[in-house]
């Protein structure tokens, strides 16, 4: 009876964890300079970033002027060089990855096609369908927003135009 008991505890316990590391959607892979992450739980703090810290779903990533900083997600498949004076904010769910360009610029390298989860990137003008593809995106400018893709497939669509685009090759689009 003991022994089933602690089975049950064990499976209880593995299965928490798992839910547990579903918020997670990656880590700091590397800082420099002054990089804060905003949390969106109870506490709503604002903590300075830390090689290996967690970036949980729904948490805001500000690197400050003259710093940058790559963040990879936990499955390998996105990795992230936000720019300085950038600010983006990254939700997880079971199907999908949503990163959002609240300002600035960063680039983004998605790849391993075997991993079916969906990436995309919401701008000021555009909304960005990742496959495995490379790109720079910056919302800097007030009128429009600057995408170079890097040989890969990407979908864009104007947020407010309903205009699509599909780019297989570099171009700044």
């Not at 505890?9 to 593995?14: A, E, G, R, V």
């Not at 918020?23 to 300079?33: M, Q, T």
């Not at 499955?75 to 939700?91: A, E, G, H, S």
């Not at 991993?115 to 960005?128: H, L, R």
Request: proline share 1%.
């Amino acid at each position: 009876m003991k022994k089933l008991i602690i089975k049950i505890i064990t499976l209880n316990l593995l299965l928490l964890t798992g839910f547990l590391e579903a918020r997670s959607f990656g880590y700091i892979h590397s800082i420099k300079g002054n990089v804060v992450i905003e949390t969106n739980d109870e506490k709503n703090l604002s903590l300075v970033a830390i090689t290996g810290r967690k970036i949980n779903d729904g948490y805001i990533i500000d690197v400050k002027d003259a710093s940058h900083c790559d963040i990879y997600s936990n499955d390998k498949r996105t990795f992230l060089r936000l720019d300085p004076n950038t600010k983006i904010k990254i939700v997880e769910s079971q199907n999908t990855r949503e990163i959002y360009l609240l300002e600035g610029s960063f680039y983004v390298s998605n790849r391993n096609p075997e991993i079916s989860k969906e990436t995309f990137i919401f701008s000021n003008y555009a909304q960005i369908y990742l496959t495995n593809s490379n790109a720079w995106v910056s919302s800097k400018n007030l009128f429009f927003d600057q995408i170079y893709s890097f040989g890969s497939k990407l979908d864009i669509s104007d947020k407010y135009k309903g205009f699509r685009y599909s780019a297989d090759y570099t171009a700044l689009i």
